[in-house]
Antibody
Framework: QVQLQESGPGLVKPSQTLSLTCTVS??????????WSWIRQPPGKGLEWIGYIYYSGSTYYNPSLKSRVTISVDTSKNQFSLKLSSVTAADTAVYYC???????????????????WGQGTLVTVSS | SSELTQDPAVSVALGQTVRITCQGDSLRSYYASWYQQKPGQAPVLVIYGKNNRPSGIPDRFSGSSSGNTASLTITGAQAEDEADYYC??????????FGGGTKLTVL
């Protein structure tokens, strides 16, 4: 059973950098079959995808956050991490890490899905 | 456009059938996936691909797609199905998209 667990400070000051780590157990980040994503949810609002990393280190970020986001991977520790710079109160949210798989069928269509999620960690931006 | 649109709220009588929809141009090219989220909990995948349910998801949950619209159908809704539901897909650039979510109330 794959499990993901977020860790990091729950309080960050405005203008500083938010840093979180996701530890994966029950499966290897290096398997190559999955992408590893960060997703956030402001209190009372919907889900926002932040970006993903592949075990090789290749990344893709949400264009709306790209200038402030860095996602990295440490395959030796089976972890991946998120850094979000220059935070403001608008970055206050529950941050989730998740595993993403893909699906392809005979009709020629692809689909992607997040099949395992961490429990989430609330990060508050406040002085 | 790179957006997925969902109705903010839907209600269903206990035991009846409800359809939750998700619209977006990307759905003409890619399947949607669907997530159930209960208060204070992480989202749970309920449908992916053409109409696939992960292990442990009841068969009253099903998915379908037509044109730019994906649908999640709950046949015989139960009280425990009351939750927020989100659709998810990607656009042609690789950006992952979420719909705004639909709050399902079971009456």
């Amino acid at each position: 059973q794959v499990q993901l667990q977020e860790s990091g400070p729950g309080l960050v000051k405005p203008s500083q950098t938010l840093s979180l780590t996701c530890t994966v157990s029950g499966g290897s980040i290096s398997s190559g079959d999955y992408y590893w994503s960060w997703i956030r949810q402001p209190p009372g609002k919907g889900l926002e995808w932040i970006g993903y990393i592949y075990y090789s280190g290749s990344t893709y970020y949400n264009p709306s956050l790209k200038s402030r986001v860095t996602i990295s991977v440490d395959t030796s520790k089976n972890q991946f991490s998120l850094k979000l710079s220059s935070v403001t109160a608008a970055d206050t949210a529950v941050y989730y890490c998740a595993r993403e798989g893909n699906y392809y069928d005979s009709s020629g269509y692809w689909g992607w899905y997040f099949d395992y999620w961490g429990q989430g960690t609330l990060v508050t931006v406040s002085s | 456009s790179s957006e997925l649109t969902q109705d903010p709220a839907v209600s269903v009588a206990l035991g009846q059938t409800v359809r939750i929809t998700c619209q977006g141009d990307s759905l003409r090219s890619y399947y949607a996936s669907w997530y159930q989220q209960k208060p204070g909990q992480a989202p749970v995948l309920v449908i992916y691909g053409k109409n696939n349910r992960p292990s442990g998801i009841p068969d009253r949950f099903s998915g379908s797609s037509s044109g730019n619209t994906a649908s999640l159908t709950i046949t015989g809704a139960q009280a425990e199905d009351e939750a927020d539901y989100y659709c998810n897909s990607r656009d042609s650039s690789g950006n992952r998209l979420f719909g705004g979510g639909t709050k399902l109330t079971v009456l």
